[in-house]
């Protein structure tokens, strides 16, 4: 099945507001010393991931209007297959200083698509 691209930008939007939802109110510390809330955000990471890695192959232009979108592809690929080399703290640190970006600009690039049918 074909990958539409205003559903992996959708799908990256409902990933970066879940991380937000997640951490909200909490610290590194929390974040550090909670295996549930780690899962959860790391679950959401591999879906912004994944659905930037087919945005690529679906639409590499637009996949490249996303700050640092190899590197997101990247980050998703350690958390799936070198889960055993995941740094809380550079997690944190993500959270912190790239997730403003991941929630803004795939808003903006939905507002540039043409209106559906």
Do not use: C
């Amino acid at each position: 099945m074909p990958h539409d691209l205003r559903k992996l930008l959708f799908d990256m939007q409902n990933a970066a507001m879940g991380i937000e939802m997640f951490v909200s109110g909490k610290s590194e510390t929390d974040f550090r010393s909670d295996l549930m809330l780690r899962l959860a955000v790391e679950r959401q990471f591999e879906i912004i991931g994944e659905a930037l890695g087919r945005l690529v192959k679906l639409d590499p232009s637009t996949a490249q209007r996303i700050s640092e979108y190899q590197k997101i592809i990247s980050f998703r690929n350690v958390l799936i297959h070198g889960y055993d080399s995941v740094n809380d703290a550079i997690t944190w640190r993500i959270i912190q200083d790239k997730l403003p970006v991941l929630q803004r600009e795939p808003d903006e690039l939905v507002r540039t698509l043409p209106p559906q049918p």
